[in-house]
């Protein structure tokens, strides 16, 4: 059984910054990749960035340079540094992150979900 919670999100002017954290618990042996995921209303789910246990972080063209996606492994946490925002940025933002339990299993968890909300 693992948990996710996510904090941080909220409302912002556009141009002002947001901090997003995701951080799981329970039975884990290790995370391989950690990624944020947006859906804004009537849209799909979407690949906002993610960041593997090994090699070179990715993000969607639309949020480059603008987002920061970093982890914290000791603490089985997943950040999102969200700056510059824009309205366009406005949706339900959610942790996905690929575990591995100690029977070695690995499975996808999903986050609750925290609203991000960009006034122009």
């Known amino acids: 059984q693992v948990q996710l919670v996510e904090s941080g999100g909220g409302l912002v002017q556009a141009g002002g910054s947001l901090r997003l954290s995701c951080a799981a618990s329970g039975n884990i042996f290790s995370i391989n990749v950690m990624a944020w995921y947006r859906q804004a209303p009537g849209k799909q789910r979407e690949l906002v960035a993610g960041i593997p246990s090994i090699g070179t972080t990715n993000y969607a063209d639309s949020v480059k340079g603008r987002f920061t996606i970093s982890r914290e492994n000791a603490k089985n946490m997943v950040y999102l540094q969200m700056n510059n925002l824009k309205p366009e940025d406005t949706a339900v933002y959610y942790c996905?992150?690929?575990?591995?339990?100690?029977?070695?299993?690995?499975?996808?968890?999903w986050g609750q979900g925290t609203q991000v909300t960009v006034s122009s």
């Open positions: 996905n992150l690929d575990i591995k339990d100690w029977s070695g299993r690995i499975s996808p968890a």
